[in-house]
């Protein structure tokens, strides 16, 4: 700003020099001339090397989360004769959903831990809260968690998931849903709930690869995107491990549509829900966590 300052004086004094002729020298303009000149030109170098600077930074995030994406092999299981979804027989409702909740909390952790190992990447790490009824609780990212939260604090390490949202989203009487209210699919299901919980433990996958040091260009669309396409992929080793229930991806899916809204112009615009729909399923059909590269922010 100071170069720019004084380059702007020179060119100044050179037209007051040129005004008052012959009081200043025709030497002593064309010098005056050529300093101007020499000056702005190395301020526009300055300025072009910045931006060929920041350039190469954004490039070598990219390759840098490209490759990680593809060098990330699935450790892919397999059914066994003794393999069961979760068992909730005896439990009471709230019982049953913290389980449930638990349950597949664990399957997605074992998941990316068998995914990451397979490439010699540290195993995940991240802390769940299930939020109690009525209880709001502090967390490390400004946020408050009560009835309504379900999401991944990256300054705690922590999933939080309200029981009250879970037990809704289950029984499918939640209308909070921007997609759901604009008329695409409902929020309902446990495998509804399972993919939420997905979607968020991806969250703390992608933080944990370094993803977030990225600068989004659109906002946080692209994260989350890629965060419903992570979540597909923990789909698809459920279904290979012969776990999925009739009825299981079509609750994933409808609570992917339930979840996608069309305010374009927020920063916090996760997706339409056709957008996070196909996200979704792009991870549950390929089981290769390379494709969900196709959402890195560069």
């Given at each position: 700003?100071?170069?720019?300052?004084?380059?702007?004086?020179?060119?100044?004094?050179?037209?007051?020099?040129?005004?008052?002729?012959?009081?200043?020298?025709?030497?002593?303009?064309?010098?005056?001339?050529?300093?101007?000149?020499?000056?702005?030109?190395?301020?526009?170098?300055?300025?072009?090397?910045?931006?060929?600077?920041?350039?190469?930074?954004?490039?070598?995030?990219?390759?840098?989360?490209?490759?990680?994406?593809?060098?990330?092999?699935?450790?892919?299981?397999?059914?066994?004769?003794?393999?069961?979804?979760?068992?909730?027989?005896?439990?009471?409702?709230?019982?049953?959903?913290?389980?449930?909740?638990?349950?597949?909390?664990?399957?997605?952790?074992?998941?990316?831990?068998?995914?990451?190992?397979?490439?010699?990447?540290?195993?995940?790490?991240?802390?769940?809260?299930?939020?109690?009824?009525?209880?709001?609780?502090?967390?490390?990212?400004?946020?408050?968690?009560?009835?309504?939260?379900?999401?991944?604090?990256?300054?705690?390490?922590?999933?939080?998931?309200?029981?009250?949202?879970?037990s809704e989203l289950w029984r499918g009487?939640?209308?909070?849903?921007?997609?759901?209210?604009?008329?695409?699919?409902?929020?309902?299901?446990?495998?509804?709930?399972?993919?939420?919980?997905?979607?968020?433990?991806?969250?703390?996958?992608?933080?944990?690869?370094?993803?977030?040091?990225?600068?989004?260009?659109?906002?946080?669309?692209?994260?989350?995107?890629?965060?419903?396409?992570?979540?597909?992929?923990?789909?698809?080793?459920?279904?290979?491990?012969?776990?999925?229930?009739?009825?299981?991806?079509?609750?994933?899916?409808?609570?992917?549509?339930?979840?996608?809204?069309?305010?374009?112009?927020?920063?916090?615009?996760?997706?339409?829900?056709?957008?996070?729909?196909?996200?979704?399923?792009?991870?549950?059909?390929?089981?290769?966590?390379?494709?969900?590269?196709?959402?890195?922010?560069?």
């Amino acid at each position: 700003m100071n170069t720019r300052r004084r380059v702007a004086g020179l060119l100044l004094l050179l037209l007051l020099c040129l005004a008052t002729a012959p009081a200043c020298g025709s030497e002593d303009a064309e010098r005056l001339r050529d300093d101007a000149r020499e000056r702005a030109e190395r301020v526009r170098d300055r300025v072009e090397r910045a931006r060929d600077r920041l350039e190469a930074t954004r490039e070598r995030l990219a390759a840098r989360v490209r490759n990680v994406l593809e060098d990330i092999r699935q450790a892919v299981p397999e059914a066994g004769r003794d393999t069961r979804p979760p068992g909730t027989r005896g439990r009471t409702q709230t019982n049953r959903i913290d389980a449930y909740l638990t349950e597949t909390l664990r399957s997605v952790d074992a998941y990316w831990t068998r995914t990451l190992a397979a490439s010699d990447l540290r195993e995940p790490r991240v802390a769940y809260v299930w939020v109690p009824p009525g209880d709001t609780l502090r967390t490390g990212c400004d946020v408050v968690a009560d009835d309504n939260a379900a999401f991944f604090c990256p300054a705690d390490d922590t999933i939080y998931v309200a029981q009250r949202l879970a037990s809704e989203l289950w029984r499918g009487v939640n209308d909070d849903f921007p997609g759901q209210r604009a008329g695409y699919g409902r929020a309902v299901g446990d495998f509804g709930l399972a993919y939420v919980l997905a979607h968020e433990y991806a969250h703390n996958v992608q933080h944990e690869l370094g993803f977030y040091s990225l600068s989004p260009r659109g906002g946080l669309k692209a994260f989350e995107l890629q965060a419903d396409c992570m979540a597909g992929l923990w789909g698809n080793s459920v279904y290979r491990e012969g776990r999925l229930k009739p009825g299981d991806v079509e609750e994933a899916i409808s609570t992917a549509l339930a979840a996608g809204d069309f305010d374009y112009r927020n920063a916090m615009h996760h997706g339409t829900p056709d957008e996070r729909r196909r996200a979704w399923l792009l991870g549950y059909r390929s089981g290769e966590p390379a494709r969900c590269q196709a959402y890195v922010p560069v």
